[in-house]
């Protein structure tokens, strides 16, 4: 059996399960402030702020227009979600995105 | 199946179990103190089974039962090894046959998964074949362990081991899919 296919193809389905989860649009920068909101989570529902998330080694590293481009393409696409009760600048990591 | 194939199953099934029993054991002993000799309820290495015997079959099995061994001589603590040695060769013999059990049962009813086949599988298929795997597994570990566990701990011990299995599958696959994207966003940035 080849193996490289067999990696080849479970690459193709893991692809299929980034697009199915929602996560295939996502430009890098987008991505990366999205794992960064989720790793500076503590737990399920947790609210955020987006100094917290811009301090991560995943975002710092960003420019201040692409950040802040990204967070506002995350929370359009729903990935993200304005913390209720907060003016702005807080945000909660979808909730099923979390727990997956 | 190649010795560097057989290797990186091997070993992907052994780094599966530490990181199991390093990081989820002890959180899990603190309120599942009797049943976490028996089971976790994230057992990742159920991912390295299913994936490995998606990829090679019955192949996949001598590296698996090479890699639980390995796993439980390293990571079980010594009380709870020899607690559990008089059934320890069945429960590893059990576990790296339930994905194959799986597949097989599968190909009986007409739908041959195996990688190669006619008919590709989905991420929601492996995780559904995964799932036939961790119950078969958890029937068979309860039985086989039944001798060493009261009747009131064994239907708790059935379902942490149906759940950790499963659970355990889909937490590898998301990890692969994470490690899959960033290495394909990191090669379009060096393009």
Redesign the interface.
Known sequence: MDKLSALFELRCMLREMEADVGLDALTAAEMDVLLAAHSVTGELGEVVTSEQIRQHDLASGLAQATYHRALRSLVGLGLLEKARGYKARHYVVRADLVSQ | ??FL?FLIVTLAYVFCHGLTALAVTPAQRMFLPDETIFASLIYLPHGVRV?AT????W?AIPALLLGSSVAAWLFTPAAEFDFLEPVLLESIFAGAIAAFVAFELARLVGLDLY??RSK????KG?IAIGAVASVINSVAQTFIFSGLIGLDQLLKVLFIYAVGDLVGL?VC??A???I??WSR?NG??DR
């Open positions: 199946m190649g194939t994936l998606w990829a090679f079959g192949r990688y190669g590709r599988l989905s991420w492996m889909v696959m998301v692969l899919m994470f899959f994207r966003l379009e940035i």
